[in-house]
């Protein structure tokens, strides 16, 4: 946390690739990437648009996915903290109660009503014997307009997600015993907002995802290992 208090926005959306010009540093440009990151967490949003003071058009656009990526590529050559190595189920890293799933025959009405009920953006699969075979989240919603398929909502969550692109059809997971530096590593090399943390038998045992991890970086492991 304190590298990212002295990396500020600009400099990180730079070396991004995000912007291809030079711009004029405004005050909120000079937000450090540790700030950013808190207020994603802090105000419960997924996306963080950075305005320009003088002209109020919106420069770009920040998101946990993108911050892990940064903090993933620009600090791990650097000496690693202690915790890194510690696994994430004892650093209380992710959600492990009260875990919502769905069997595939589950009609997406009721998948798209516990989204909205219990507030959450994703719901692992199951096939009849508790095994986890795949994660139907808000984004795979937009293929619902994109088929035009939205007046059927009775279908299947296993139907519904036929139309999702082939190269997203794998559910990613981890073990609860795996470090956090193991678990940051497939996130940002699969390029996924989650992992459905599982037992030996391939059951739900939890998820974890970039907000809970960046939430442990930023604000809690500060007070935890100060």
Avoid: W
């Avoid at 000496?79 to 009609?107: C, R």
């Avoid at 699969?125 to 919603?141: L, S």
């Amino acid at each position: 946390p304190d590298l990212l208090r002295h990396v500020n926005v600009l400099s990180y959306c730079v070396s991004d690739s995000v912007l291809s010009l030079a711009i004029r540093p405004s005050p909120l440009l000079l937000f450090s990437v540790y700030e950013s990151i808190r207020m994603l967490i802090q105000k419960k949003i997924h996306r963080l648009p950075v305005i320009d003071h003088c002209s109020s058009n919106c420069l770009f656009i920040l998101t946990p996915k993108r911050l892990l990526q940064y903090i993933y590529t620009e600090f791990e050559n650097l000496a690693q903290p202690d915790f890194m190595s510690k696994s994430i189920s004892s650093l209380n890293i992710g959600t492990y109660n009260n875990i919502a799933s769905v069997i595939q025959d589950t009609a997406l009405i009721v998948v798209l009503n516990i989204f909205a009920e219990r507030r959450i953006s994703a719901v692992p699969i199951i096939d009849h014997n508790g095994h986890v075979v795949d994660v139907y989240a808000k984004f795979d919603v937009i293929n619902l307009a994109a088929e035009k398929t939205y007046n059927n909502l009775d279908i299947s969550v296993k139907d519904a997600l036929k139309h999702r692109a082939a190269e997203s059809r794998t559910v990613h997971t981890c073990l609860p015993d795996e470090s956090l530096q193991t678990v940051m590593r497939r996130i940002v090399e699969k390029q996924v907002h989650r992992l459905v943390v599982v037992d030996v038998h391939n059951h739900v045992a939890g998820i974890v995802s970039l907000s809970d991890i960046l939430n442990f970086l930023v604000l809690k492991a500060p007070v935890m290992f100060a």
